[in-house]
């Protein structure tokens, strides 16, 4: 069984709603990520950690996990630089999350949870301030913010350096799930490079060149593997069933 919300019929979504359906909204942004992994890569983790979560609960007696379509277009400021950049404003963003979860609300699908793995601060706090304005409509909306420090804590040391964009632990989960997309030539060539994201963000820095990152990314790419990528989507993927879990409590 597809467990894509888009490939229900009208009928079978309206059935839906006679169960605890979770759905989820899986986002990211298309923007560079070094010169070897695809400019999907923000996209593609979020999809495959709710892949994921709802094969591990399609058996659950109690709730019932959909996918939505994927919003992949996020706030690209820090990548606008290099090639490949697709950007939208932090306001769209946030109203195209706020518009989504009421038009699903108001058909009887209350319970979503944004997964989202694009981390640029702009993007993030449209995220949240979406969220917070779904909440105040009377809209409980998930959120399964991984910038949070109990979610940081379980997830992987350059994760939790801030030195991680197109490094290890993003490239390792490409390849535990599209290896072809990854040129592992190049990304075996590029030597590590240490930067602190969070810091140079809380400096006012707004740019992956600013920050020293000439080829749009930081960290350790050539250490990444395969293995490592599909224990990290494991501990991801916890995370997130904790999330839908939450959302029928």
């Given amino acids: 069984m597809s467990h ?3 490939d229900l019929t009208s009928p079978q979504a309206a059935a839906l709603r006679e169960r605890t359906p979770v759905l989820l909204l899986p986002v990211g942004a298309v923007e560079p990520h070094g010169p070897h992994a695809p400019l999907d890569t923000d996209p593609l983790i979020s999809a495959g950690m709710c892949q994921r979560a709802a094969d591990r609960l399609a058996d659950d007696p109690v709730v019932t996990v959909k996918i939505l379509p994927a919003l992949s277009y996020g706030v690209t400021e820090f990548g606008s630089a290099f090639a490949g950049a697709v950007g939208i404003s932090a306001t769209t963003l946030g109203s195209l999350v706020v ?3 009421s038009s699903l609300a ?3 699908f209350t319970r979503v949870v944004v997964v989202n793995n694009h981390f640029e601060p702009a ?3 449209a995220l949240r ?3 917070k304005t779904l909440a ?3 809209i409980r909306t998930g959120y399964l913010d991984l910038l949070r420090r109990a979610a940081v804590a379980r997830l992987t040391e350059e994760f939790q350096s801030g030195s ?5 632990y993003e490239t390792s989960l490409v390849l535990a799930d599209r290896p072809e997309l990854v040129d592992t030539d190049t990304m075996a060539a590029l030597p590590a490079l240490r930067v602190d994201m969070p810091a140079a963000m809380g400096a006012g820095t707004t740019g992956f060149v600013e920050m020293g990152m000439v080829d749009a990314y930081c960290g350790a790419p050539a250490e990444a593997t395969a293995a490592e990528g599909r224990e990290t989507f494991e501990s991801l993927t916890a995370l997130l069933v904790e999330a839908i879990h939450d959302q029928v409590r």
């Fill in 4 to 6: 894509r919300f888009a």
């Fill in 106 to 108: 108001a058909q009887g």
């Fill in 99 to 101: 518009e989504i979860c």
């Fill in 129 to 131: 301030a979406a969220v």
């Fill in 136 to 138: 105040d409509k009377g």
């Fill in 164 to 168: 991680c964009h197109a490094g290890r």
């Fill in 123 to 125: 993007h993030v706090g």
